[in-house]
């Protein structure tokens, strides 16, 4: 159990992109956190029809709620056939990340004490981000609209969602669940420039017009989610919907793919669909370029 006490009831926007050092006293409260519209498992998940499934995912999900209204995560007693699904997964996963994955990710995933033998908890996790680099992690029941959940990353939050796809394709889920979160994102937020990077995307999203903030999502897309960077020479994986999924770290590094060096004003107008696998990928020189290029972006809003 972790308690989140010390935060002030009000969000102090307080920072900006040149001050943005985040102290617990500057947070929001959870319990003040607003969110409509919290999807709700889909017709086509592949657990829709299982009725366990549903009630195990609802009972998580609500873990989610009341860490809202208390402000204190609650850690989920995994099942063993939960865990079954993680180590099927994470171990397949390992095997590909071990040649595509960046160099960085791999080390942070060993920093966080994430194995393939066990489900990770969210507050194992928050102690050593705190640690690493001051980020820290929320429970939530589900996806939430984009502003909301990328205003999040403005006070160095993700919200990530604790429960876990259903058994019949662990190869596949429609929804975040905690392996795309623990093995896709988490581990990333272990690095400062990356952690303050994500935080001038939430900072962009809370001051964004509505066409800004479209182009925010494509920013979000083409890095947090399907991020390539040039390591060594090498061309590696660092975005989570590449490292938490076989098909998609594998595909990114075939001729199905076009890998472009990264370019903010072709990413930020470029579309993407989110069903099918990506054929457009961009590659950053560094997550230092990453951090500054946004900077001046985010800092382009204001004027
Ligand atoms: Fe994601």
Do not use: C
Not at 18 to 32: C, G
Not at 180 to 189: L, N, T
């Amino acid at each position: 159990m972790q308690t989140i006490t010390a935060f002030t009831p009000q969000p102090k926007p307080v920072f900006s992109v040149q001050n943005y050092e985040i102290k617990d006293e500057d947070l929001p409260e959870f319990r003040d956190m607003k969110f409509e519209n919290i999807n709700q498992l889909h017709l086509d998940h592949p657990g829709a029809s299982d009725e366990q499934y549903r009630t195990r995912r609802d009972y998580i999900a609500r873990l989610a709620k009341k860490f809202r209204e208390t402000g204190v995560i609650t850690n989920v007693e995994y099942t063993e056939e939960e865990q079954e699904i993680w180590r099927i997964v994470a171990n397949r996963l390992e095997e590909i990340q071990a040649k595509k994955a960046s160099k960085f990710y791999l080390q942070a995933k060993k920093d966080l004490g994430i194995s393939n033998e066990r489900i990770p908890q969210l507050t194992e996790m928050n102690k050593r981000l705190k640690q690493l680099s001051n980020f820290r992690l929320a429970p939530i029941e589900g996806l939430v609209e984009t502003r909301a959940f990328l205003s999040w990353l403005s006070w160095r939050t993700m919200l990530s969602t604790q429960y876990i796809r259903h058994s019949s394709r662990p190869e596949y889920t429609p929804e975040p669940d905690i392996v795309h979160e623990s093995i896709g994102h988490i581990p990333m937020f272990t690095n400062r420039n990356f952690a303050d990077f994500s935080q001038f995307i939430g900072h962009g999203a809370r001051i964004a017009s509505e066409e800004q903030l479209e182009e925010l999502g494509r920013l979000y897309w083409f890095t947090v989610e399907f991020g390539l960077i040039e390591e060594d020479g090498d061309v590696k994986a660092y975005g989570a919907g590449l490292l938490s999924s076989f098909g998609e770290l594998e595909n990114a590094f075939t001729d199905n793919v076009e890998r472009r060096p990264f370019d903010l004003e072709q990413v930020i107008n470029t579309p993407y669909n989110y069903s099918d696998m990506q054929p457009i990928l961009y590659v950053i020189p560094s997550y230092e370029y990453l951090k500054e290029t946004t900077r001046k972006y985010i800092e382009s809003f204001t004027k």
